[in-house]
Structure formats: C-alpha cells, structure tokens
C-alpha cells in the first residue's frame, strides 16, 4: 500500500478573519474543550499566543518536518473565498509559489463545487498564479454534490481528492479521483464541533482504518491532515501525525504524490 499525504491550508493570519465569526468560535471551542479536560492550560495558552502573533498556518514548520521524513506531500491552497476560507490572492500566491519552491506539489483548495463556471474560475486564477496547467483540488470541506466530479474533470484538473470513500483511484472522464481515507478532524472531532477522542483513541482507530484498507487492496492511501494542526498548541494533532509517519515509515510504506500515482496507474491502463 501506498501512501498520499496531503494538507489543506485553510487559514494564514488572524487578521483574515476580522469579518467572520472564525476567531469568536475558535475562542469557544478551545474554552470547551479546556473545560472537557480535552486539552491542557498550556495548549489553551498557546493558542492565544498566536492570535496575537497573528499566525493562523504552520507551513514552514510542516514543510521541514515532511522534508525531514522523506514525505512528499501535496499542499492545497484556496484562490477564492467561503466558508471561512478567506485569505487574500496575493497571500495564496505567495505561498503556492514558497511551497513549489520547497519541492512540494500544490493544488486548488476549491469553494464552487456545484458550479461548472465557478470552478472553471479557481483552476484559470490558479494556473495563473502557479505557472501550471496540470494540478488537482480538493474542495473545502469535501463539498460535493451529483455534478462536481464532472466539472471537475471539465475544467481540465487532472485529479480530485475530496471524496470520502473506502476505494481505490478511478477516472471519471480524464480526471483520477482519489478518494480520501483519513481526516485528521474526523478522527478528533467524532461527530463533533470540537475535540471528543483522546490520542490513544485516534491512534486505535488509525490503525483500524489502516488494517480495513489494507484487506480490502487499497493501492494508494489518502491521508489529511491541516497544517493548522501542526503545532504544539494542538499537541495531540501533532503528535498523531509525527506517529502516524513513523508508523507508516516502520511499516515499510512508501509515500509518493498524486501525480506519481497517476503516472503509475496509467502506466498499467
């Protein structure tokens, strides 16, 4: 089995969000889940210690420690707003461009999902921005609906990743769907607005979805997590990821991109 890393970035500065309601609900949801001893003071603490740095991201660090562990994630970036994605066009720019840099891949962090225009829109001002032509999506919030795979595939992507399904690859016209397999906040948050399953909980379930995919002969596996996360002010997040990788390393998994996997399956077409 094979394995596909992926981040979504959701979020960059605090700032961002002077207009929406993310910032009041984060404050409640850390508060509840400090009063559900779901984390510690310090981990509160330090949350409000980057609102005030005004950091809502961890690429940097992410990117290191992926680097670091031979992990060859693909990071997707919005280039439109919704849903409390909202950061700016030069900010989306920037970071596609720091992230390429780094040798990592990119792709569309998508809004439209039920909008043949619209989508087409994401995929023109991200081959825009990024220099390419060939690059894939996930929708935010793995939005869908009857007809996204199909504009999806019409706006010339070359894979989407944003249904939530126990299968392997398939195609739906010229474009590779990838299902997703993990979730970082499916894990944490269990039919939740906040925090409900401690580590040892999520690392249990980890291993359950792992053994389920690998007897059912899933050949690429997708796994999620949100760069958000990865910091000590979410410290179980963070810790389940540094494990899962050493966990998939010792097992003797190899990680590879969608675009590895896709030339390996229409190699075998």
Known sequence: MKIIISHDVDHITVWEHWRDLVLPKCIVRSSIELALSRISFAEYWLRFKEITANKFHNLDELMLFDKKNNVNSTFFIGVNRGLGLCYSLKSAEYWTRRILGKQFDVGVH???FDNLEGIKKEYETFKQISGSSKFGIRMHYLRSSKDTLKFIDKASYIFDSTLYESKNPYKIGNLWEFPLHIMDGYLFNSNSKWQNQSISQVKDQTLRILE???????KYFTLLLHDRY???SFKAWKEWYV???????????EFVTYRDAI???????
């Open 230 to 232: 990865f910091s000590n």
């Open 212 to 218: 389920q995919a690998d007897k059912k002969g899933i």
């Open 243 to 253: 494990w899962v990788i050493e966990y998939l390393k010792k097992n003797g998994c």
């Open 110 to 112: 998508g809004v439209e």
């Open 263 to 269: 030339r390996e399956l229409e190699a075998k077409a």
